[in-house]
DNA sequence: AACGATAATGAAAATCGTTTTCAATTATAA
DNA sequence: TTATAATTGAAAACGATTTTCATTATCGTT
């Protein structure tokens, strides 16, 4: 796929080896819809690699968000999965059901951050917002769960 | 405190028994600017409480969450600080040199969410927005820091 | 005020996710 | 092909949180 193959060619850049582990975690976590647990990669990429270490899967998602190409996602039920790291200013809508991930951007909320610095006598210099729903296929999913 | 008799009262209500562990925690917590972490809360409530143990504090933050007393605070160095919860529909600012966390309110994004929703398809439940920045005391103090 | 049922406590052990250590393996430049 | 240094996985260590358990303390009842 595309990205994996940017992410390998961003790690050689960067002087790092491009060994067999690498390439398994790469193309699991670059081609996730959702966002994914180190032992969630581990176990999606053992079927390419299986002799893969779950160290190692911890190791390379390290190099991978030190190099911009992922970013840990924040959600209820974890703090510990990742994705594939948006492009420029984006935030992300999730999945409540099956945890599918979607960037959108096109928000412009810099009015609001200066009124409520001022306010409160604060420089607002980040923000986080994230978007959590249904997305089309869970929609009727649900109200069949609840019936 | 005002709030502190509050969350008492209302662990009273829910049939919990008023100790003095309790009381030291619920103290600590409730008149706190800063989001605070278990081991925080238990150096903070030792003070008042020396013969606390840091088991009882895990068990009495997750009573006062349970009761929609406290909530916990996603932050770039970690995600197990808990702060008073909001009131209604309030969002946090948070300082980013001293911690210090202030709610607000007043943002209507309702109109964003439901383009967001509608162009891909999702249906928009709930969403996250927090603010990071420098509160006014902080502010001189990072140039400071900085030169 | 004293009692008794039982909720709550803290110390210690267990557990879980993550990190470190280390000897063996492997990618890559020469 | 070789040499070097990066990378690997297994095992051990680690730190935060949870569970276990015997003891203590709260609070409704007497
Ligand atoms: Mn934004
Ligand atoms: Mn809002
Ligand atoms: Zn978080
Ligand atoms: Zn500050």
Redesign the interface.
């Given at each position: 796929m595309a990205e994996s193959q940017d992410w390998l060619t961003q790690l050689k850049a960067h002087g790092y080896r491009l060994t067999g582990a690498r390439r398994a975690v790469v193309q699991v976590v670059a081609s996730s819809a959702r966002a994914l647990t180190p032992v969630e990669v581990y176990d999606a990429a053992r079927t390419a690699y299986p002799a893969l270490g779950l160290v190692t899967v911890y190791r390379t998602l390290e190099k991978l968000e030190e190099l911009g190409l992922i970013q840990r996602v924040?959600q209820e039920q974890g703090?510990n999965a990742y994705l594939p790291h948006a492009q420029g200013h984006q935030h992300l809508?999730i999945?409540?059901r099956c945890g599918r991930a979607?960037y959108?951007d096109?928000?412009d909320?810099t009015a609001?951050?200066a009124?409520?610095?001022d306010?409160?006598?604060?420089?607002?210099?980040?923000?986080?917002?994230?978007?959590?729903?249904?997305?089309?296929k869970c929609?009727p999913e649900v109200n069949r769960d609840v019936s």
């Open positions: 924040h703090c809508l999945c409540q979607v959108f096109g928000d909320l609001l951050f009124r409520v610095g306010e409160h006598g604060f420089v607002v210099r980040e923000h986080w917002l994230q978007l959590f729903g249904l997305c089309a929609q």
